[in-house]
């Protein structure tokens, strides 16, 4: 049986294809998909710019319902509501049985290689990485547990604590998740910049102390105009420019998470500037296994992203859909692609 997929045959070169229905093999399951996630990650896959190789379904942010499994003893799973961790790793190695799975000399990612993504009808996936999503989960809120999880991973490795004060340097969706999970995690002081306004305005409406249309407004002042630096600074553009805005935000002894993929651009730095005031610097790129958590605290009510959503499109849209991306034009904060809706 075949399917509708958003098929990548070369760098730019996206078509709306019928490709063969995938069958999970034994330990994995195939899921309808519902609704997907459009991240701007996705356009450096489309460009050849994530090390992937062609052709590609991409799309990583998703829920659907399991329509199939690849072994009868996982039968009960058919018919879940679900969404899933997207690392497909070997499970026996040192780094998976230390439960870091990025580190897997086997590792692969569903939507950035042999594995499609959800830019499609169907997928499939490892059935160790799914997390059945209760009625307290709407389907706009399963396809955006990734980037909130995503936030989460962040924040626990910037190791924050209640009472501190934070900066988020981006207004993108990851950006603005972070802020979500910071207020959820008892940040105070929470200060935004970025150069959407209304990305902004998003941000003012979530919560935030202050928000700061950089570089337009001096995103520095700002924030010693409202508490000095801050004690957990975020930097979620990958650019050199925010990088370096950063460093000039943190607190000496505080810590300064690199959130934002740069798409192998450079930065020049001083080491002074990290040696003298003791400044720790966190990579945060790779923070699988925040899933199951983030699953949760929504379920609870603590934490909701899906009012982030401000366009749907159908798969057939995907032009569209991948040109207001790009230029993050009509008042874009996040869309979706509604593919099989229920």
Known sequence: ??????????????????????????????????????????????AGQAGVSFPVIPGH?????????????????IGRRVAGENEVSCLLCPACRSGRWRW???????????????????????????HPLSQAVSDLQGALLEPAAVALGV????????????????????????LIVAKAMGARRIIVGGEQPVRLAMAERLGAYRVVRHPNEDLVAAVTAGHG?????????????GLQTALNLVRPEGRLVVAGFAHGGQAVISPDRIHLPDVAVIGAGNNPGWMGRTVALV??????????????????????????????GDG???????????
């Open 229 to 241: 630096q801050s004690d957990v600074v975020v930097e979620a553009t990958g650019t050199e420019s």
């Open 332 to 342: 874009l904060i996040k869309a979706v692609f509604e593919i099989n809706p229920h």
């Open 155 to 178: 924040l626990e490795r910037a190791a924050l604590r209640i009472g501190e004060t934070v900066t988020v340097i981006g207004d993108g969706p990851i950006g603005l998740n972070v």
């Open 299 to 328: 379920e609870d009510g603590m934490l909701r992203t899906d009012h982030l959503v401000t366009h749907r499109y159908a798969l057939a849209e995907f032009a569209d859909a991948f040109g207001t991306l790009s230029q993050r």
């Open 1 to 46: 049986m075949g399917m509708r997929a958003l098929v990548v045959s070369a760098p730019d070169t996206v078509n709306l294809r019928e490709v063969p229905r995938p069958e999970p093999p034994a330990g994995w399951a195939r899921i309808q998909v519902a609704r997907a996630g459009i991240c701007a990650t996705d356009l450096a896959v489309m």
């Open 61 to 77: 942010e998703w829920m659907g319902i399991v329509d199939a499994v690849g072994s009868e003893d996982d039968g009960e799973w």
């Open 104 to 130: 897997c000399p086997h590792y692969q990612q569903i939507g950035f290689g042999r594995y499609g993504g959800s830019y499609a009808e169907y997928l499939i996936a490892p059935i160790y990485g799914l």
